[in-house]
Each structure stands twice: as C-alpha cells, then as structure tokens.
C-alpha cells in the first residue's frame, strides 16, 4: 500500500538532547512538509522541501533542523535549541502540481522529560 | 501573512442533524485553495472538500458542502445527517495556487456528535 509513515510514534527524550523523527513516503511526491501541533492550535509548517536537496523554512523552524538527501526520506531533527519541543508533529507529502492536495502520516507525538 | 480564523472552538450536534462550522481568512491574494480537513482521534488528518477561489460554485462531497464567500474571505462547512464518525477536530487551511504549497491552518473546531 502507497502511503507516509511516521516512527515512531511515541518518543520520549530528556531535556537538552537531540532527536530525529523519521518520514517516509512510496507516493513518488516530489514535495514533503514538516507540521507541528500544539492542543488548542492548528498545525503550524516547520520546514518543506519541494525538490531532493533543497528544503525552505516554515513559520517556526527555529530550533529544528531537516534534511532530503533521497526523494523518500524528510527527517525532522529537534535539537536542543527547542525551547518547548513537546507536540504532536505531522509529516506530508503531495506532487509539485496545482491543486494537488497533502497527505498526511499518522504523526509522532514527542515528549520532552 | 495569510491566517485563518475559526471562531468556534467547538460544537456539538444530534446525529442526523445538520450543522455548519465557521471559518474566516484573510489574503490579499486573488488566487488560492481553501480546504477542509478532519483529525478524528487517531490523529490522522483526513481531506474532507476543497474549493478553488476562482470557481463560484461551492464545492461539495456528499453529506458535506461548503458556503465560499469570496468578497467576505468566508468559508463554512455543512454537515448534512451528521453521523457518529463524523465527531473529530475540524480545520479550515488555506494554500495559495501558485508558489510553495504550505498551508495555513485555522485552529480547529471539535465536533461531538450526540446520538
């Protein structure tokens, strides 16, 4: 089956540490999408990436990190320069083509200790 | 900036009623998408309907339709005989057509559905 995946899909890390969170997708899209969501909000982008080694920033990247070094792969690092890093983050896909929508993986929830 | 407001940070409904969520956004854009998407408990976000800005006609999937106001950036969300699996996180987004594809997100409706 053709789809995004997210691991994993709970992570728990200690103040201070780095952590990367995985996002694959076999839909052959060009482009993926890094959201993160806060209760009571709605996502908000981190970074996207529209084309394999080339990524922009979103509204809120301070603190993050990415990188897409295949067309398959956009991992999202938190680094310690989060200052609050705990969320539920949702990775994306689509084709690069007008009106083409997003889809969705099931999300990682992080949790800083 | 583009944002996008939902006013209503929940509703709730009689199974098979209908029910109309709100959502405002403003853009000086002329050019541009407006979706709906639903976040059931699972947490996976669902695309429910999406409008084009430039077509009058509002769009509609089944039991669920839009009422795209363009002049007033306003676009509301149906239910018709609303369902018990229709109880999620509703979100309005926002994507202009052209340029990078990111949307913008109101911050969420939750419907509960009474039976």
């Known amino acids: 089956d053709g789809g995004i995946t997210q691991s994993p899909k709970y992570l728990f890390r200690k103040e201070g540490q780095n952590v990367t969170l995985s996002c694959e997708q076999n839909?052959?899209?060009?482009?993926m999408y890094w959201y993160r969501q806060d209760p009571g909000q709605g996502l908000r982008l981190i970074y996207y990436?529209?084309?394999?080694?080339?990524?922009q920033k979103g509204d809120i990247a301070e603190g993050y990190s990415v990188s897409r070094e295949k067309k398959e792969s956009f991992p999202l690092t938190v680094t310690s320069a989060q200052k609050n890093p705990t969320a539920f983050y949702l990775c994306?896909?689509?084709?690069?083509?007008?009106?083409?929508?997003?889809?969705f993986g099931p999300g990682t929830r992080l949790t800083v200790l | 900036a583009q944002t996008v407001t939902q006013s209503q940070p929940e509703m709730s409904v009689q199974e098979a009623e209908t029910v109309t969520l709100s959502c405002t956004y403003d853009t000086s854009e002329s050019d541009y998408y407006l979706f709906w998407y639903k976040q059931p408990p699972s947490r996976q976000m669902i695309l429910v309907i999406r409008q084009e800005a430039y077509k009058q006609q509002n769009a509609t999937e089944n039991r669920f339709s839009v009422n795209f106001q363009k002049a007033a950036k306003s676009f509301s969300l149906k239910i018709s005989d609303s369902q018990l699996g229709d109880a999620a996180m509703y979100f309005c987004a926002y994507r202009l057509i052209q340029g990078a594809q990111k949307l913008v997100f109101g911050q969420g409706t939750r419907l509960t559905i009474n039976p």
């Open positions: 994306a896909s689509s084709i690069v083509l007008s009106g083409t929508k997003q889809y």
């Open positions: 990436s529209q084309i394999v080694n080339d990524f």
């Open positions: 839909l052959n899209h060009d482009a």
